[in-house]
């Protein structure tokens, strides 16, 4: 039931972005890049993003969802679907988790 969800606690937040961390560099190490090659591929302007994100420290821009799952060899809505059960777990509940309907 909608009833049973609870807001996301700090700590749980801080856990989900870990564990993205952790499936992004799979994927990262998945198409054999190195961070810097991912930067490059992205036009970030410093690779040390992509390790905060790999360490739970960041987070991707909305706006640039697309380009990340083309980098990374992903299909786009299933890749933000992942980062929608990472960042909004809650929402991601609501729309797909078939026991909180």
């Not at 998945?30 to 302007?45: E, H, P």
Request: glycine share 6%; net charge negative; proline share 4%.
């Amino acid at each position: 039931m909608l009833a049973e969800l609870h807001k996301t606690t700090p700590e749980e937040s801080k856990e989900q972005r870990l564990a993205l961390g952790i499936l992004l560099k799979a994927m990262r190490e998945d198409q054999g890049l190195s961070q810097r090659d991912l930067a490059d591929r992205l036009s970030l302007d410093y690779y040390t993003f992509i390790s905060q994100l790999e360490t739970g420290r960041g987070k991707i821009p909305e706006h640039r969802y697309g380009e990340w799952a083309q980098a990374l060899g992903q299909e786009p809505r299933e890749f933000v679907r992942i980062l929608l059960r990472h960042y909004q777990p809650t929402t991601y509940k609501i729309l797909f988790d078939e026991t909180a309907a």
